[in-house]
């Protein structure tokens, strides 16, 4: 449901970008740690250390491994630097969290550690941040918890003036300080106060994570580089890691052993002969097409070669000739029309084959036949015209053929027997086993819980599921409320023996009763990798990886290697003089900002021309770009009534409110034999008007009939005018 998104704030937009870091709770506090630091409780001999430079008054990252308290470290940071301030003085600290349920949690944890001691803290996030001052908070508390993009905002609209009102700031995930990163925006700022010789004093900059990360450094020089220009982005002198308590730290954190199982692939593939055959037929038909058009063929529509079925180099072939289809042009317009809607359709087939063969590839035939089954079933109730009938038929001349080898038991993945061997083994060895079991896609994590409620070996299992709130084109993320049931239930209930979890849940879920995790067939980079680990807390916690792709090991190794890079480039960096590194992190920062502001100088050049905008499957016209008018900034609403008979609208099952709106319908073009999804309709104010996503349309240029598509509406650079509630009828 893609209409979701149009209530993106800015905030939002960020997530969805990244939907790879949502970090759901906890991670660097885990609950032991919190009951801790409600009462006074004595720091261990690690902690002090990590703190020390900080303390000192030095901008410093804390680098330590998820679980060892890093909250508490800066819990101790921050009532240092606020006593430290003489009388008839204050300093003002401001913590940083990137994902809500940290928010949450830090607030609550910060409230609890200084109210009794007399200070003030308060928080806003962006679900409160419409009904509060942020200036107001800001101004009445010691110590503000916010979700960064808060004061990106009101440092762009001039509500916050100057970071100067802070005394401290604290970055919680500061590995995320980089490129467009709302960390980052915050800092451009600060290093643009500072470089820009203000005479304001600048906060002190703390940064907390388990891992800087290297990128994508192939060498410890090159780790080194990287690791320096994280620093000079925080404006940092010190990174602090533990080095005189290490045996202390290693009795908390403790590291899972890690194994690889490299697993076998079906011999023989009955079922992906039969749907690469159905691809090529559709190919083929798409193929003919081109045909008829003479010049252009499909296989010069795209640069990727050698793409096979059931990859991901196929979904971005098929994806960029799906645009490429998009943008054709005719001289006849109902021949276009006809013509880029059979391609459309052809693609779109195209892509869920090539679905299926990933999900029979990693979990059952049948998985991937129901998803299949589901697809043709939802074609039917749309258009279903006469290219989408033929496509069925011949899905479904096949039907029975697929039933029954899915049915097969000869048809077995052996991947999952052997996911269900390590299952068994690791339960019989301790029945109290609570496991994780990452999978790379959501289709996927459906697919394994299926597959484990209906093996009778694993009934006992009871799988629960952890998406992260993300969006994409097939699924809608799930929702706060229901991540924190999920964990809430794992946590307590003794049934519910494994979360299947996808790589969106990735960043710092702490779950301190799992001892097993599995990736199957997933891998991530150096930060994902340390902090899968980390969750294993318990002792004599394992991490499985089972893959057959043995590119999947050697990938792992080569984590483990930059792991190491990491570690190693962290060392030398200590030995340097603080001087030498001082100059070197002001000389990146001066680089980096002549970088910022040649760029900034150059402004999208705006085009005042009238355009059309055309339904992206059937190429229908829709409206001219003068009749679109932007509300609150960021939706799209289109004015007159001409629009109104090129789209036809369906109740929205749940209709819901968001920000000043209320959702009420979905919008679909007019035309019969199409239904494109156009964007909402809602309730702004007293109107009832839609709001249209450009990703669902074609722009014409009237004339020259060029034809170009934009993915988001920052992007299209027309004349934006503001939505005038005079102008509408009454
Ligand atoms: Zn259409």
């Given amino acids: 449901l893609e209409d979701e998104e149009m209530k993106t704030s800015e905030v939002q937009i960020f997530y969805k970008e990244e939907p790879e870091c949502q970090n759901l709770s906890e991670n660097s506090c885990p609950p032991s740690e919190v009951s801790h630091t409600h009462s006074p409780m004595k720091p261990r001999g690690y902690q002090l250390e990590l703190a020390l430079p900080a303390k000192n008054g030095k901008n410093t990252i804390i680098c330590a491994p998820t679980g060892c308290g890093k909250t508490f470290v800066s819990l101790l940071i921050c009532e240092h630097h606020l006593q430290k301030f003489p009388q008839g003085q204050k300093g003002k600290v401001v913590f940083f969290a990137v994902q809500v349920p940290v928010y949450e949690q830090q607030k609550s944890v910060f409230s609890k550690y200084f109210e009794r001691r007399g200070y003030k803290v308060s928080g806003i996030s962006g679900a409160t941040a419409e009904n509060v001052s942020v200036e107001q908070i800001i101004e009445d508390n010691d110590i503000i918890i916010l979700t960064p993009q808060i004061l990106v905002n009101s440092l762009k609209n001039g509500t916050v003036p100057s970071l100067s009102v ?165 001289p006849d317009k109902d021949e276009e029309s006809r013509i880029c809607k059979a391609l459309f359709l052809y693609t779109s087939h195209l892509r869920k084959f090539n679905d299926a063969l990933i999900i029979s590839e990693h979990a059952r035939m049948k998985d991937a036949l129901d998803y299949l089954k589901d697809f043709f079933r939802n074609v039917r109730t749309a258009g279903f015209d006469e290219t989408e009938q033929d496509l069925t038929r011949r899905f479904e001349e096949k039907l029975q053929e697929l039933e ?245 609208s369906k109740l929205h099952p749940k209709p819901k409110n968001f920000g000043s709106f209320e959702k009420k319908a979905k919008i679909f073009c007019a035309r019969q034999d199409c239904c494109h999804d156009w964007g909402i309709h809602v309730k702004y104010k007293t109107f009832e008007i839609p709001f249209i996503k450009i990703e669902s349309f074609v722009v014409e240029d009237i004339a020259t009939g060029a034809q170009t598509l934009y993915a988001k509406w920052r992007d299209f650079h027309f004349e934006k005018l503001p939505f005038d509630a005079a102008e509408m009828p009454k």
């Fill in 166 to 330: 802070f005394t401290l700031m604290i970055f919680d995930e500061c590995h995320n300080t980089s490129k467009h990163h709302p960390y980052n925006m915050i800092m451009f700022n600060y290093l643009d106060q500072k470089l820009g010789g203000s005479s304001d004093s600048l906060p002190q900059v703390v940064g907390l994570t388990a891992s800087v990360g290297v990128g994508d450094a192939k060498s410890t020089g090159e780790a080194l580089e990287y690791i320096c220009k994280l620093c000079a982005s925080l404006d940092i002198s010190v990174v602090a890691t533990v080095k005189d308590n290490l045996e202390e730290l290693e009795e908390v954190v403790y590291k899972p052993q890690k194994f690889f199982r490299k697993v076998e692939s079906r011999t023989t593939d009955r079922f992906k002969c039969i749907i690469s055959q159905l691809m090529k037929e559709t190919e083929s038909l798409a193929k003919s097409i081109f045909d008829t058009l003479g010049t252009i063929t499909l296989g010069n529509f795209s640069q990727i070669q050698n793409r096979n079925f059931g990859t991901q180099k196929y979904e971005q072939w098929i994806v960029a000739v799906q645009k490429k289809c998009m943008v054709l042009k005719m």
């Fill in 404 to 648: 029954s080898i899915s049915m097969d038991p000869s048809n077995e993945n052996p991947k999952l027997k052997d996911l269900c061997f390590v299952l068994q083994e690791e339960y019989h060895l301790n029945p109290e086993t609570r496991t994780i079991l990452f999978v790379k896609t959501r289709a996927l994590v459906d697919a394994l819980k299926k597959w484990i409620e209906e093996n009778p070996k694993l009934s006992f299992l009871k799988p629960g599921i952890l998406t992260g709130r993300g969006r994409t084109k097939q699924n809608i993320g799930m929702t706060l409320p229901a991540q924190k049931d999920v964990l809430h239930t794992f946590k307590t209930s003794g049934d519910n023996k494994i979360l299947i979890a996808t790589s969106v849940a990735d960043e710092g879920i702490d779950i301190a009763q799992c001892n097993l995790v599995i990736l199957y067939e997933y891998v991530g980079n150096v930060i994902k990798m340390i902090q899968t680990r980390g969750r294993g807390r318990a002792r004599g916690s394992k991490c499985f990886l089972l893959t057959s792709n043995s590119d999947v090991i050697e990938k792992e190794k080569i984590n483990i290697y930059k792991e190491k890079m990491m570690n190693d480039s962290i060392l030398r960096l200590q030995t340097w003089d603080e001087a030498v590194f001082k100059e070197k992190v002001r000389q990146i920062q001066i680089h980096e900002k002549f970088i910022r502001d040649s760029q900034s100088k150059v402004k999208p050049i705006l085009d005042k021309e009238n355009k059309k905008l055309l339904c992206r499957k059937c190429k229908a016209f829709a409206c001219y770009t003068a009749d679109i008018r932007v509300v609150e900034d960021c939706h799209y609403t289109v004015v007159g009534d001409a629009f109104k008979k090129c789209f036809v």
